[in-house]
């Protein structure tokens, strides 16, 4: 498709188990951001890539949360460990880098996670 | 933190102009007004951006004060299918930092028919 693409769509994890969500960005853009957005709540900024380099990852909460790029298009968030309060939509959103343009940053669907 | 303010809600009549306001006093010369919107159980939006001059697209005008400390999103004709959050963005406008969209609560705008 031509936008930002996300799965699974929902997941329940177990309190304990290791979670894996995909993105898939929009072909061609750069930059690809993840944003955690609990019930009620606008997203919060987690994670920046930049092709496949980390450049920002100051609003990870815990080490338990890792996300990686590795060939500068699909990106996985990973989740060690969930706990109950892992529980939010993770929102995955990508840009291109146009010479003297702005950048208008597209979101997916989301990831509905709930750990029970 | 967020760098703007925004009514929690707001309610407007179908096929009337809903007018968003937002207050951004501490926007920076080298910041855009961004405004998104996300609509129950979807992502964020991208609706339309703007630095000093009015803007319009084919989805809503944005209206900035000329001292750029607030700023007015309208929806010349409201439908059932706008009923969303609203959320007001200031922001450098590039990737260099990740951290580009700082969402505060935004706006809940309901279009009642």
């Known amino acids: 498709g031509a936008g930002v693409s996300q799965s699974p769509r929902y997941k329940v994890a177990k309190r304990g188990q290791d979670v894996a969500l995909r993105c898939d960005p929009i072909?061609?853009?750069?930059?690809l951001f993840w944003y955690q957005q609990a019930l009620g709540q606008g997203p919060e900024f987690l994670t920046y890539f930049q092709n496949e380099a980390q450049l920002d990852k100051s609003g990870l909460p815990s080490d338990r949360f890792f996300a990686e790029r590795p060939e500068g298009s699909v990106s996985t968030l990973k989740i060690q460990r969930t706990q109950q309060e892992d529980s939010a939509v993770y929102l995955c959103a990508s840009s291109s880098r146009e010479a003297g343009r702005r950048n208008t940053i597209y979101f997916g669907e989301g990831s509905w996670l709930t750990v029970v | 933190d967020a760098k703007t303010t925004q009514p929690t809600s707001m309610d407007c009549a179908e096929g009337r102009a809903a007018n968003l306001p937002c207050n951004h006093s501490?926007?920076?010369?080298?910041?855009?007004v961004y405004w998104y919107r996300q609509i129950h159980s979807q992502g964020p939006q991208y609706i339309i951006h703007?630095?000093?001059n009015n803007e319009t697209n084919e989805m809503a005008s944005l209206i900035i004060t000329e001292d750029r400390k607030s700023s007015t999103l309208i929806l010349p004709h409201a439908t059932l299918r706008d009923t969303a959050v609203y959320y007001c963005i200031v922001s450098p406008g590039n990737n260099n930092a990740g951290n580009m969209l700082t969402f505060g609560g935004g706006t809940r705008l309901m279009v009642k028919p």
């Open positions: 703007g630095l000093k």
């Open positions: 072909s061609g853009h750069v930059s």
């Open positions: 501490t926007i920076s010369g080298n910041e855009y």
